[in-house]
């Protein structure tokens, strides 16, 4: 697809899973690992190795992009024992939320971007022909806590985060049998548990 003559603009999307599935999946499994393991030292190695297939993952699909316009982000980052949490979607501090943000314009050249980008404004970041600049933002909204919609913050152009008042986000979205299925294996939705009729909802799905 990256090589191929096109007579139009073409835009890419690869999404790495790797890093996400340390519990369940080691690209270089360390001595002892095993899916499910608990063991604090393997998990954060098997984490480690992920990140680093991913980066050579990256690093190829980037040199074949030559001329291209190459972003590398996350969507949330991973508490790996400290302060005593693993895994995220929990809290609102930077062990989840500070994510990298790394960007190759075409033809080569960097630039250091030192405002706080969150990741909606990534495009307006690329958007031609204010190119590597923000509008100056008083707030940068972080998002929320996973299963707990009460708990949503935003975070200040200062670095701080402010707890926003509870309340609906967004508009609710039925997904389908196998969409459900698939999120529940990823640890994303918890098991429907029936009504008094004995009726089984379907989830929704909250939509920023």
Sequence with gaps: ????????????????????EYRRFAAAPPAGWRPGTDDAGLLRRTYAGNVAASAA???????????????????HGEALGEKGRWGHGRTLDDLELRVPLAIRWPGGGASRIAEQVAAFEV????????RGRLDAAE??????????PSRFA???ADGRVLPAEAGR?????????????????LGYLDEPT???TG??????????
């Design 123 to 130: 495009a307006g970041l690329l958007r031609a022909p204010h």
């Design 154 to 156: 935003r975070r200040r």
């Design 194 to 196: 029936p009504d008094a």
């Design 169 to 185: 986000v967004g508009a609710a979205t039925a997904i389908s049998e196998e969409q459900r299925q698939a999120l529940e294996r």
């Design 1 to 20: 697809f990256i090589t191929a003559p096109a007579d139009s603009p073409r835009f890419l999307w690869v999404h790495l899973l790797d890093p996400h």
């Design 139 to 148: 707030f940068v909204e972080v998002g929320g806590v996973r299963r707990d």
């Design 57 to 75: 993952r990256v690093a190829r699909l980037a040199e074949a992009a030559d001329g291209w316009l190459v972003v590398v982000t996350s969507d």
């Design 199 to 208: 009726t089984t909802a379907q989830p929704a799905v909250p939509t920023r």
